[in-house]
Structure formats: C-alpha cells, structure tokens
C-alpha cells in the first residue's frame, strides 16, 4: 500500500532556481494538501485543492504555485526560490471534507542557499 | 480565528510513567479533533480521533484522549510510556470545509 508517495525526498537548491515537487496518491481522495513544517511553528498548509480541477490557497501560499493534474497527482512549484522556503514539505490526502483525516506523505526536505 | 495550542514544547518522563499531553484550541463550533504522530524524518501518523458521541476516545499504540468542551481542550494520555513512543506529537482542528489547524507539536523524550 504506497499510499501518498512525494518525490523527491531531498532537494538542495540555489536562490532563485526553481523546482517542483510532486505527490501522488493511490487511495482515490477528492482532497489534497500541501503544507510546510518548520521548527516550532508546526505545520502550515500552503495549498490544497477539494477536488481536481480546484485549487486554494491556505495560510502561506507566497511564492508558490500548484497544478492539481488529476485526482491523484497534485504539485507545488517554487518559481523562484528563497532561503525563507527552506524546509519540510509535506504532501496530504483527505477521502472525505469534514469528518475525515489527512494522510501524509514522508515528507521533502528542501534547502535554499 | 482557529487556533491550537500545546503549551509544553518538549516532555521527558520515565518509561513505564504516565503521560499526558495537552491540548487547547480555538473554534466557534463543535470541531474535529486529531492527535498525530511524527517520528524523525517521517511523515504524520493519525493516532485519534474525535468527531462526536463519547467524548473519550482510543487510538493506537494504546492512547487515549478525552475532549472537554468546557475547557476547549482534547488531552493525550496514555498510562505507561514505552520507549518506542518518543516523537513529536501534534494536536489538529479540523474545521470550515477542508482546512486543518495544527499545533506547534510536542517533542517527548523517553527516559529508560
């Protein structure tokens, strides 16, 4: 049972490159997150999307952008990225809005120097 | 605006000890409630949940959490910590129609 997958688990990247990360689930969820977690702030989502073809932004969407390809497949990109968006990205899936809980995926960490 | 708060950063207790971790949030309505857990380099792991009905609820790794209205509080508990449970923990609202709200964590160390 893969789950949510995210590709790829670790990423170094200069200032100002641009990378895109991707996440597939295999569980057939309408719902889909992206969320970032940094040091003693928990974690904050980024993005999500209810279904595909939909897409919103959540806490902290600056400087990124997402692609909800299909119902399985859903991508954040950083166009242009800084040092601030050096952290831990982490990919999540949702069967049902409401009552049902996320699933995770293992995470990307990503460096910006 | 929802929040969560867990007010203890990081909890060390002995193994065999009780454990509680706590829990407050900040939500208009009658919210959905998670406890997760991370162990390091890993993803979050669901341990419970509450939507309703008997307000103490069981998980995995035999946990246990209680939501009290009152207090707006939805506290982890489990009687006798193994090592194996040292990780971060976090609280989550589930709340409006797809966003989640999660604490800052809690990091628990397991003294043998």
């Known amino acids: 049972n893969a789950g949510v997958t995210q590709t790829p688990k670790f990423q170094v990247l200069k200032t100002g490159q641009s990378m895109t990360l991707q996440c597939a689930q295999d569980?057939?969820?309408?719902?889909m997150y992206w969320y970032r977690q940094d040091p003693g702030m928990g974690l904050r989502l980024i993005y999500y999307?209810?279904?595909?073809?939909?897409?919103d932004k959540g806490e902290v969407p600056n400087g990124y952008n997402v692609s909800r390809l299909n119902k399985r497949e859903f991508s954040l990109r950083l166009e242009s990225a800084a040092p601030s968006q050096t952290s831990v990205y982490f990919c999540?899936?949702?069967?049902?809005?409401?009552?049902?809980?996320?699933?995770f995926g293992e995470g990307s960490r990503l460096t910006v120097l | 605006a929802q929040s969560v708060t867990q007010p203890d950063i990081h909890i060390t207790v002995s193994e065999g000890a009780s454990l509680e971790l706590r829990c407050n949030y900040s939500?208009?309505?009658?919210?959905?409630l998670f406890w997760y857990v991370q162990s390091p380099g890993q993803g979050l792991q669901l341990l419970l949940k509450?939507?309703?009905?008997?307000?103490l609820v069981q998980g995995i790794k035999g946990f246990e959490a209680e939501f009290k209205r009152s207090q707006s509080s939805f506290n982890l508990r489990k009687p006798s910590v193994h090592w194996s449970d040292a990780a971060e923990y976090f609280c989550?609202?589930?709340?409006?129609?797809?966003?989640?709200?999660f604490g800052s964590g809690t990091k628990l160390n397991v003294k043998p």
């Open positions: 939500y208009g309505a009658t919210p959905y």
């Open positions: 999540a899936s949702r069967k049902r809005e409401g009552t049902g809980e996320l699933f």
């Open positions: 999307s209810a279904s595909e073809g939909t897409t």
């Open positions: 989550a609202v589930g709340a409006d129609f797809n966003k989640f709200y």
């Open positions: 569980m057939n969820h309408n719902s």
């Open positions: 509450y939507f309703s009905g008997d307000t």
